[in-house]
């Protein structure tokens, strides 16, 4: 049997979930189909909301392990890490829960199945059924990536997924890879109590990253008793027995090996499309996996569109939401807004943390903008000293010519909280000018933004 849809959406998770919405909202018929086990994407499950809630756990055991500097005395504090987990699974279970509803609540017809297409215009799913829709979203998300090197994929490496649902501490690990994952959770693993060695084969933690953020996390890590090797080449992964694991690599000329009982694999997350019979609704993927998309979504097959982490290029929730939508008001035939990164915000958890929002000065220079610059220091700053938060800094770029505030980075304690300030400027496309206009509160870390922005308003003139 045939089942007709308005709007079709291939997974619900962040992106399909918000083009679902925002199609119902406007009065269009929506069908959903997600083969997961348990419903509620990645963020609420596996990503985002789990791994947060427990870093929040380590932080808390860092700060109160440091207590003898804020003047405490007693026993060292250490990690059980099954009651954290107890706490994580109440705090997610709440999440997902939620999310079941929303999906289960009668706005959408709900299919619980894998789907793969048949042509442009309709997929089939495990059972048979075939459904047919005017435009469909392809928002099926991304699975953990296993590069080709000689013997990884025999060894029994552990992904973000089981890291997130450690019951007992690894007396050591070895983490290969570092990005964000890799980052976040190494030092959450450091701090819980695992000896942790990161090997990363850039020269730096987090290359997408300002290279003065990579060297205040960098040196935090390695003062927290996390072994850093970078710029390392891997060359074989051998299962020694049931438990150990060697890994074999050349460092700065030198042939090195190390074995593990806990090989830790975070070299990024590749999008998931083998399943959905792609080539039926010709619909084409770039050399990096991703769906190819033009900014409105829109595949290489117009009806169909991609969001997400699938579609990338940023796989972020609040990118996976905005992409989501757009598509949904796109397909609606209503006036949106093409997708465009100018603004992008990007927040990495660890301790100090990293956050960037819009232009960097790459992007700048390559589209020859004239920039100023202006940076501060946490470690001159007031409340960040009371706090004992003095690694990281936080620099403001502005357009030399107006004043137009660009992008901003901020390195520090809960950086990703202190950056949206930040982030509403380049939204609104304020001036440092505009900055100045607002209070900032003393002592807060926020009040530190005031020194690059007044540095800033001094060179740059105040427009008519
Ligand atoms: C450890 C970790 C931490 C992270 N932390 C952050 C963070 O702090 N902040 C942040 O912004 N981002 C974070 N992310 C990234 C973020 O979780 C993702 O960008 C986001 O969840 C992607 O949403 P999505 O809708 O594209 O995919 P998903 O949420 O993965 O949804 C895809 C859905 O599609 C379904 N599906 C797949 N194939 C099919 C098929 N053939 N048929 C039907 N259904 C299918 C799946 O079951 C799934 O439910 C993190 C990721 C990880 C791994």
Not at 234 to 262: A, P
Not at 369 to 394: N, P, Q, R
Not at 423 to 433: F, P
Request: aromatic share 6%; net charge negative.
């Amino acid at each position: 049997m045939e089942h007709k849809f308005d709007f079709l959406v291939l997974g619900g998770g962040s992106a399909g979930y918000a083009a679902a919405r925002t199609v119902h909202e406007h009065g269009g018929t929506v069908a959903l189909v997600d083969g997961a086990e348990e419903l509620g994407g990645l963020c609420i499950l596996r990503g985002c909301m789990p791994s947060k809630t427990l870093i929040y756990s380590a932080e808390v055991l860092h700060l109160a392990k440091k207590g003898k500097v804020f003047g405490f005395e007693g026993e060292m504090p250490r990690a059980n890490l099954a009651a954290m987990q107890a706490r994580k699974k109440e705090v997610i279970r709440e999440f997902a829960e939620y999310r079941k509803g929303q999906l289960e609540d009668g706005r959408f017809s709900l299919f619980r199945s894998k789907a793969s297409f048949v042509n442009e215009n309709s997929v089939i799913l495990a059972d048979g059924k075939q459904l047919t829709a005017q435009k469909i979203l392809i928002s099926t998300g991304s699975e953990v990536r296993v590069p080709g090197l000689p013997g990884l994929a025999d060894v029994s490496y552990k992904t973000s997924d089981e890291v997130l649902n450690l019951d007992e501490i690894p007396v050591e690990c070895v983490v290969l890879g570092g990005g964000v994952v890799a980052c976040e959770l190494a030092q959450f693993l450091s701090r819980v109590g695992s000896k942790v060695t990161l090997l990363q084969r850039s020269p730096r933690l987090l290359k997408e990253f300002p290279q003065a953020a990579s060297d205040a996390l960098q040196a935090a890590m390695i003062e927290e008793g996390i072994q850093l090797e970078l710029g390392v080449d891997f060359k074989n992964f051998e299962q020694l027995d049931k438990e150990q694991i060697k890994v074999s690599y050349q460092h700065m000329g030198q042939e090195k090996q190390i074995v593990t009982t806990f090989l830790f694999l975070a070299l990024g997350r590749v999008p998931s499309t083998k399943s959905l019979d792609l080539e039926n609704a010709d619909v084409e993927l770039l050399a990096s996996g991703h769906i190819k998309t033009n900014h409105f979504q829109q595949t290489t097959s117009p009806q169909i569109y991609a969001a997400g982490d699938c579609a990338g290029p940023h796989e972020i929730v609040h990118v996976a939401i905005r992409q989501g939508e757009t598509v949904a008001l796109h397909a609606l035939g209503k006036k949106v807004k093409p997708m465009n990164y100018d603004c992008l915000l990007s927040v990495v958890f660890t301790d100090p943390q990293l956050a960037v929002v819009g232009l960097t000065p790459a992007q700048m220079k390559e589209r020859g903008i004239e920039f100023s610059t202006a940076s501060y220091s946490f470690d001159d700053h007031g409340k960040s000293i009371l706090m004992e938060a003095k690694h990281g800094y936080v620099a403001v770029h502005a357009e030399t010519k107006t004043g137009r505030v660009l992008g901003a980075e901020c390195v520090g304690k809960d950086a990703g909280e202190l950056i949206h300030s930040l982030s509403v400027a380049v939204g609104l496309e304020a001036t440092i000018h505009d900055l100045l206009k607002a209070d900032w509160y003393h002592p807060t870390l926020s009040e530190i933004w005031t020194y690059p922005i007044e540095d800033l308003a001094e060179e740059i003139p105040l427009l008519d």
